[in-house]
């Protein structure tokens, strides 16, 4: 679905991200490691091609979608708006539908009710899957998330666990997390890369390690 | 004494002057400035763009108001009247002053807000028009009523091409009569009762913003 080979990527000759390649496919969840400045937003960045990279290739099946960390949503349109906004100007004949498939997102992600507030008027975790539903809407075969729990205490941090999750498999959404926080991180993806210094430390499946988080921790 | 109501009358006829010299120069320093944000974003002549809104802002009003009535015509070809002279000339000046103040509103927006309509596939002109726009403007309110303000109390300089303003009325009265306190008092009344006036209605337009209630 996605290949990526020998990304390289440099800031003001800044190396940020060095002959990065991996290749990912349909359907599941993986998870970008490593410690803050590793270069995990970049390369999200440059899939979503907000940024270009200075070497490499990329090739990739589907639409892609991102998820800010700061969730970006229009302050000055109402959830509905957020989420209808991008495909009425697409296909302006099926307004109405494009109302109803949103409606129908949000009251999955349990805020069914919040479609007529403003951004302002909800909290940090329904902002959250406001910007989830406003990517779902457009309906993309991969989402890129940056630091979905960042700043999130222990109890929320499980919720985004069970609605990512859910989202992946309600939705068919292959996804691409990039966090810092291991314990988060190996509860929710299928496989995880961990980046150290802009090059891919260590690439494994959680779920064949014994204590996932501490065989991760080595290469942090 | 007998004199105070005719003469806060008379100096009274100055206010629609005044407001159109105000008005006007805001409708066309607007435009212009839009104009002038545009074309220094999109990259068109951006240094020229920017020479033009610093030797703008770095010259006297007066100096600008002086080039147009009395310099333009000879380039032009016919004389413009001290209304539209004066109309054309805050007009110009106030466009470098709206220019800076867009730049800060659109500098003062997340990137972010532009990378969320790049994601979601917006177009360029949507962007602007649905997404940054309404949110530069809602931002650059309170700077914009300064702007109206400033400009309402520089339109005095129309006194010197001529314009029979608040100002220049009042310096009449005063010449005529050799009193100089009490029309320079009522130019002021008359003066502060228009500023107070657009404060009031710039704050009521500013707290019609529904997506800033936390309801």
Redesign the interface.
């Known amino acids: 679905m996605l290949k990526i080979y020998n990304i390289c990527k440099s800031f003001n000759d800044v190396k940020v991200l060095e002959d990065i390649s991996f290749d990912i496919k349909k359907s599941g969840i993986l998870g970008l490691a490593g410690p803050s400045g590793c270069g995990k937003s970049t390369l999200l960045r440059c899939i979503q091609k907000l940024e270009s990279f200075d070497k490499g290739t990329m090739e990739c099946n589907g639409r892609v979608c991102f998820m800010f960390q700061d969730f970006q949503l229009f302050p000055h349109m109402t959830v509905l708006q957020n989420l209808t906004y991008a495909p009425d100007l697409k296909d302006r004949d099926k307004k109405e539908e494009h109302k109803n498939q949103a409606e129908s997102i949000l009251k999955n992600l349990g805020i069914g009710s919040k479609a007529e507030k403003y951004p302002v008027a909800l909290s940090g975790g329904q902002k959250q899957r406001v910007a989830l539903a406003r990517s779902l809407i457009t309906n993309p075969d991969i989402l890129l998330c940056d630091e979905p729990t960042s700043g999130l205490d222990v109890s929320t941090t499980m919720d985004v666990v069970s609605l990512l999750k859910s989202v992946n498999e309600q939705f068919g959404v292959t996804m691409i997390i990039a966090s810092h926080d291991l314990d988060f991180l190996t509860k929710i993806s299928d496989r995880i890369i961990l980046l150290k210094n802009g090059t891919i430390a260590v690439d494994v499946d959680p779920r064949q390690c014994d204590d996932p988080v501490n065989y991760l921790k080595k290469y942090y | 004494m007998n004199k105070v109501i005719p003469n806060f009358l008379y100096i009274g006829s100055g206010v629609l002057l005044t407001l159109q010299l105000t008005f006007g120069g805001v409708f066309i320093g607007t435009i212009l400035g839009i104009v002038l944000s545009v074309l220094r974003y999109s990259g068109i002549a951006g240094p020229i763009i920017t020479g033009i809104i610093s030797l703008l802002r770095g010259t006297p009003l007066i100096l600008q108001l002086s080039f147009i009535y009395f310099i333009a015509p000879s380039i032009l070809g016919f004389r413009l009247s001290f209304l539209w002279a004066g109309i054309w000339a805050f007009g110009i000046n106030s466009s470098a002053y709206v220019a800076e103040i867009l730049r800060s509103g659109i500098e003062s927006l ?1 990137k ?2 532009f ?2 309509a ?6 360029r002109f ?1 962007m602007w028009k ?2 940054i726009l ?2 530069v403007i ?1 931002n650059i309110f309170p700077a914009m009523v300064n702007e109206v303000i400033a400009l309402l109390k520089e339109t005095a300089l129309i006194a010197m091409i001529g314009g029979l303003d608040i100002m220049r009325r009042a310096q009449t009265v005063a010449a005529e009569q050799y009193e100089y306190l009490m029309p320079l008092c009522m130019a002021g009344v008359y003066y502060y009762g228009l500023v107070l006036s657009i404060e009031f209605v710039g704050k009521k337009i500013e707290k019609w913003k ?6």
């Not at chain 2, 790049?118 to 177009?123: A, D, Q, S």
Request: proline content about 13%; aromatic content about 8%; hydrophobic content about 25%.
């Open positions: 997340p972010g807000q990378e969320a790049k994601t979601l596939e917006i177009t949507y649905d997404i309404p949110q809602a529904p997506y800033a209630k936390d309801s």
